[in-house]
Structure formats: structure tokens, C-alpha cells
């Protein structure tokens, strides 16, 4: 067996080959990944639920652009911010109340500090309120009152309104 001289080589971080057709639905977190990875960011949803993390106040004078890590490590980061000019003041004032949420949403401690650019933000999209639900029968929604967040509040309200209106096992039609 012989090498030829001067062919190249594959790279060996290239993954296998499946031979098989994929779901565009397969291939999109990787593509949305790689897009947040370049600029910046490990995660995707500090970006998409910013309003979550900070509170609408917050979000609608404020936009994440980046987390930094020091090189090597995950955790210890900055975040850079983009803010209003007038809410820079403000913004500056709650950075440790930012950092506390951020790295509750991460579940350890992502970000150390917290950098200001002043800026125009892009306005969050309008939340609609959920859908008005019928009503939860009583022996169901006695336990769903402890729950905090709203929208899973309501979809579980949903599901088990769904789950008393039906009679017998599901069926599949």
C-alpha cells in the first residue's frame, strides 16, 4: 500500500458521515450555535429569553452582545451590554443584580463582570398573553398554585383542563 506525496488529507475533526438525509430541524441548533459561539455567546437563550432573565424593564433599556470567557475556562466571564444612553446610569447601579440573575440562569457562576456600551437596543418582540383557559377543575388546580412562572402555569392549567374534558384513553385518528 502506498501514499501518494502531496495528496491531502482529510481533517480529523470531521465528523462521519451518517448517509442519510437530515431534518432541517435537526441542523438548526447546530447552525444557530456556531453563529452564537462567533460572537460571543455559549448559549443562545441568554439572548432569546434576555426578558426572563432581567425582567421587562431591564430588557426593554438593555441587550446582551457578548459573554468573554479567560481563555480555557467557562466560567468568570464578561458580559458586555448594550444599553440606552439615559439607562446607562441606572444599568450601572444593579450590575450586581444582573450578574446574580445571569448566573442563576446559568446554575453556576458564568459571569464575573459586566461591561456597559451605550447604544440603540432593539425593541423585545410583544409577549402575548396566553390564551384565556377554561376552567381547571378543583381537584387538579390546587397544585398548580405554588407554580411562579406564568406560561408554564398556563399550559399546564391547559393540559389538565385537557385531561378532564376527555373521557376514556386517548385515541389516535
Known sequence: MS?????????KDEPQRANRSRQVSELLPDVGRAAFRRFGFIQSSVVSRW?????????AASQPESIRFPMGKKEGGTLTLVVRGAFAPMMQHIIPEIIERVNRFFGYSAVAR????????????????????KVVPVDMGHTLKSI??????AVLEALAAGVAASSGPPRVS
Open 3 to 11: 501514499k501518494r506525496i502531496g495528496a491531502p488529507r482529510p481533517p
Open 51 to 59: 426578558p426572563d432573565i432581567v425582567g421587562e424593564r431591564y430588557a
Open 114 to 133: 459586566v461591561v456597559i456600551h451605550q447604544g440603540e437596543v432593539a425593541k423585545p418582540p410583544l409577549r402575548r398573553a396566553p390564551p384565556s383557559l
Open 148 to 153: 411562579a412562572d406564568p406560561e408554564l402555569k
